[in-house]
């Protein structure tokens, strides 16, 4: 068995914060909820044992203290409204632009919002984001949640926190070691803890390993193969970040080491988010990428920044960063936080990179780009090439006329491919991602997949025939062969010729 790890004392899990000023707790399944708030009650008929409330006016406000609680959505003639009072909570009704608003009465800022369900069939997005959240913590006057639920099902209560945010944050706890136990990730989650982590386990049950389309795994581990309960590891990766291509790869009883992000979906389960990645199967780990001829520098963004380096020109008090990385949406750039818009810049910077004895140099890349509210995105999104070793700035080769750029109004992912860096051959250069926003517009940059590549120079006219008749070769964006390739993007390499593919 996986040597086992220490547990977190009690002292490192405890919040060491000041009280908030306030907190209040709106409970929507308490006896008497439909009086207390002003809902339409619900009752159950004696004869036939079933329910019935009528819908909610909307906008309805309900308050408790300072804080205001704002219900809104359609509020229809055929009687099918947003919300109403229920045996299950305060239940919403995902076809009905379901969306509710905190904010008070006295104009003391909130500053932490979280919510119970009673399905995860029930989730909420931060009005002008895409992502389902189950907590929110900033300071605001006032933020609004929309349901992005996919059945309807209740609310079971809300608990807001408001007040004085000059007291001190909440520190939350961080893992104790590299590799930490399921039972110390559980109590990381419950503490808090949404940072990434690698957890060593044991498989207790498989939900579903996808081959068709994604290639990823559901399945749970847990600290010993006698356990009913553990930790849920949600559409992860195999070793080293490759699909998974046959239903059988996984085995209940395996011991595993898994890198991703903690949370705890909806609030009720805990688990490794979507995209993580297996180090360790029975004591087997991912295979060293092969140096693949004519790759001069690749960084997926699968697993990290890599070696890329932020560099902050204009950060708002209100952020503490711009760049980041997302497990499933690689190197992720965003001025968008409570609700509103902040006037950022700052740079996604490449280490340097060295072109010399290269030809034919191209770079690669896929991205995403959404709420540029119809402005065009390049005034807000770059890219520039500069000489290794100095200051990124936009003194640096702007290459944005030779991107192809998303529509910046979706999160579909636009392959770019082989983007001329000719004019740079022979030189050590560095790559920079610009984003800047505004006070009225933030949008989302996503990228993934980077690749400088090129054909090694050997001077002789006969490997051009000699590249045409060699047998083709392909890796996948972590320098690993694969021999059937299928679903996804590839590295293709026919003697010094090599390219990045799109195979479906």
């Keep these: 068995m996986l040597m086992k790890k220490l547990l977190l004392s009690i002292a490192t899990l405890a919040l060491g914060f000041t009280a908030y000023a306030g907190e209040v707790t709106f ?65 919403q009704y995902k076809s009905q632009n379901a969306q509710f608003t905190v904010t008070t009465n006295n104009g003391e800022k909130i500053t932490g919002v979280t919510w119970t369900v009673s399905s995860n069939d029930v989730s909420f997005a931060e009005e002008g984001t895409e992502e389902n959240i189950t907590a929110w913590t900033g300071e605001s006057e006032g933020v609004t949640f929309v349901s992005t639920s996919t059945k309807n099902n209740g609310v079971k209560t809300i608990t807001v926190t408001y007040g004085d945010t000059s007291l001190e944050i909440p520190t939350l706890p961080e893992p104790s070691a590299d590799v930490i136990d399921v039972a110390e990730a559980l109590e990381l989650i419950e503490a808090g803890y949404t940072g990434e982590a690698t957890v060593e386990g044991v498989i207790i049950e498989i939900t579903e390993v996808e081959t068709a389309q994604y290639g990823n795994a559901t399945y749970t581990i847990a600290d010993n193969a006698t356990d009913t309960e553990g930790l849920k590891i949600f559409r992860g990766y195999w070793l080293g970040g490759a699909k998974f291509t046959s239903e059988d790869q996984l085995e209940v009883g395996a011991e595993v080491i898994v890198k991703g992000s903690l949370m705890n979906y909806q609030n009720t389960t805990p688990e490794m988010a979507q995209g993580n990645v297996i180090l360790s199967y029975n004591g087997e780990t991912a295979q060293e990428p092969e140096p693949v001829e004519g790759i001069i520098y690749n ?37 968008y936080a409570n609700s509103m818009c902040y006037a950022a810049e700052a740079w996604l910077v490449s280490p340097a990179i060295d072109l010399e004895g290269y030809s034919n140099v191209t770079l690669s890349l896929s991205h995403a780009i959404n709420k540029a509210n119809g402005e ?9 090439v500069g000489e290794a070793g100095t200051e990124p700035s936009t003194e640096w080769t702007n290459i944005s006329s030779e991107i192809e750029w998303p529509a910046g109004d979706n999160w579909t992912f636009v392959d770019v491919e082989g983007v001329s860096l000719a004019a740079f051959e022979g030189k050590k250069i560095q790559v920079g991602f610009l984003y800047s926003s505004t006070a009225e517009v933030a949008p989302t940059w996503e990228i993934k997949n980077f690749l400088v590549a090129g054909d090694a120079d050997n001077g002789a ?18 320098g690993m062969k694969v021999n059937n ?20």
């Design 27 to 91: 409970d929507f399944t308490a006896e008497n909820a439909a009086q207390t708030y002003g809902f339409p009650p619900y009752s159950v008929n004696e004869a036939t044992g079933e329910g019935q409330a009528d819908y909610i006016t909307v906008p309805k406000e309900i308050t408790s203290g300072p804080v205001v609680i704002i219900l809104e959505g359609k509020e229809t003639t055929d009687n099918s409204g947003a919300w109403r009072i229920w045996n299950d909570g305060l239940r």
């Design 485 to 504: 390739p299928e679903n996804g993007i590839f590295i293709r390499r026919q003697g010094s010729k090599t390219t990045k593919v799109i195979i479906r």
């Design 376 to 384: 065009p995105v390049t005034d807000f999104c770059n890219v520039y």
């Design 461 to 478: 006219v006969e490997g051009i025939d000699a590249d045409i008749n060699a047998p083709v070769y392909f890796y996948n964006l972590q």
């Design 299 to 335: 960084e997926p963004f699968s697993t990290g920044l890599g070696e890329f380096t932020i560099v902050d020109d204009e950060l708002p008090e209100a952020l503490t960063y711009v760049w980041s990385f997302d497990s499933q949406y690689g190197a992720k750039a965003s001025a």
